[in-house]
């Protein structure tokens, strides 16, 4: 194991002092990282927290910077967080996502940086994503992907998640070779879980009704892309953003020429222009979770729970044959 332990600046021993942090045995926590006899890993947020609890088995000690129910995108990263990412062995995070995140990890003296982002290939979503007209789309209401922003939301696509999870694994084998073996063994049972999982989204997906859906933010568009729908997003890829009256009027009339029954929200974030929109289309709306943190109020208690439960809501609203 790592015998080796970091000198932690006088500012960030300064924080963790004042805070009065003190050692936990080896679990997720968002409490402390470093100096247990475990390999300590600072995960940025929940889809980097499960990779890391999953791969790493026993052998980790896993800290995550984003508190359950917050939204990953606004997280500011405090001293005491900084002095965590300085005594650990690993950061795991998604480069893109959280800007705060990123600065401290670029900043900080951790020997293993594993940025997820580069363990899988990115493209730029609008939106609108995905469907065999989507280009024609873009030229009459002006919302081409190719316009959007570099999409960081990977994890939604089983088998994006499956590449990340497997360049994971061999981080984490290079950095402590001792258990590479375990390392390499949980990396294969996870992908094959994902395997499974992305199996499911196919056949739970094929022969719908309609294949368009309308969500918040912009986070499904490597999912449609994966399974052959159209992600409608209200806002862009920051669920924060707030949508123009003529994104709201061209949503409406999509809803009514694709046969849209649905309108998404998210657990995190406001859903009130979802449930507005829905209410003004005669429409429903449901829960699709874009898995940035697990709550009280997510549909499952993991990662591979709540996937599950957003194909269910998504073969409700399509129409299955």
């Known amino acids: 194991m790592n015998d080796r332990r970091r000198l932690i600046p006088t500012a960030a021993t300064a924080a963790v002092t004042v805070l009065g942090l003190a050692a936990l045995s080896a679990c997720s926590t968002t409490a402390v990282a470093g100096n247990t006899d475990k390999f300590d890993v600072v995960a940025s947020f ?123 694994g061999k ?51 490597y999912l449609a892309e994966r399974y052959g729908l159209t992600e409608e997003a209200i806002s862009g890829l920051d669920p924060e953003s707030e949508p123009s009256a003529a994104r709201v009027k061209d949503l409406q009339k999509k809803a009514k020429a694709d046969g849209v029954t649905t309108v998404f929200y998210e657990t995190l974030v406001s859903g009130d222009t979802a449930k507005t929109l829905a209410e003004d289309a005669g429409l429903r709306t449901d829960v699709l979770d874009p898995l940035e943190g697990i709550t009280d109020n997510s549909r499952g208690d993991d990662y591979i729970q709540v996937m599950r439960a957003n194909l269910k809501a998504l073969r409700t609203a399509l129409g299955t044959k």
């Open 171 to 221: 981080a984490f084998e290079k950095a402590d070779p001792d258990h590479a073996a375990d390392y390499r063994k949980n990396t294969a049972a996870l992908v094959s879980r994902l395997g499974a999982l992305n199996t499911e989204f196919e056949k739970g997906l094929a022969g719908t009704r309609t294949k368009t859906f309308i969500t918040t933010h912009a986070a499904f568009g």
């Open 46 to 168: 929940y889809p980097m927290t499960y990779l890391a609890e999953q791969i790493g088995g026993t052998h980790v000690h896993v800290t995550t910077l984003t508190e359950p129910g917050q939204e990953p995108h606004e997280l500011e990263i405090s001293a005491r967080q900084t002095a965590q990412l300085e005594e650990s062995d690993a950061v795991l995070y998604l480069k893109g996502l959280q800007p705060a995140v990123d600065k401290a990890v670029d900043q900080s003296g951790v020997g293993t940086k594993i940025d997820a982002a580069s363990l899988t290939t990115l493209e730029k979503h609008g939106t609108e994503v995905g469907g065999h007209d989507e280009h024609a789309d873009a030229d009459e209401h002006g919302h081409d992907e190719e316009s959007g922003a570099e999409d960081p939301h990977i994890w939604l696509d089983p088998v994006r998640y499956a590449e990340v999870a497997e360049g994971v």
